[in-house]
Nanobody, 123 residues
Framework: QVQLVESGGGLVQAGGSLRLSCAASARAFTNYAMGWFRQAPGKEREFLSGISWKTGSTYYTDSVKGRFTLSRDNAKTTVYLQMNGLKPEDTGVYYC????????????????WGQGTQVTVSS
């Protein structure tokens, strides 16, 4: 069973920063791509970012490109989402995900989800 546990959410003012962490079970970290989704109030979940297990390459949706940085620490089996320049529209529940790499764009098919962590950005 793949387990993902997010932390680091909270309330921040616009322009501020937060770093989300996702602690993954060892099985999740071996051969799985990792990423983050967000679900804003009243909206569907949207893909934000992913990182390849094979190459370490990162992918970002346009709305967070240049502001968010995804990284992974294999020794700690943890991925981090550094979020800078936060905007009120970044408010939502952030989910850590794990899955396989496929020949699509972005090249991921996520299967496992964490329980989510709330991020609220005030204006």
């Amino acid at each position: 069973q793949v387990q993902l546990v997010e932390s680091g959410g909270g309330l921040v003012q616009a322009g501020g920063s937060l770093r989300l962490s996702c602690a993954a079970s060892a099985r999740a970290f071996t051969n799985y791509a990792m990423g983050w989704f967000r679900q804003a109030p009243g909206k569907e979940r949207e893909f934000l970012s992913g990182i390849s297990w094979k190459t370490g390459s990162t992918y970002y949706t346009d709305s967070v490109k240049g502001r968010f940085t995804l990284s992974r620490d294999n020794a700690k089996t943890t991925v981090y989402l550094q979020m800078n320049g936060l905007k009120p529209e970044d408010t939502g529940v952030y989910y850590c995900v794990a899955g396989v790499e496929v020949a699509t764009t972005p090249p991921f098919r996520f299967r496992y989800w964490g329980q989510g962590t709330q991020v609220t950005v005030s204006s």
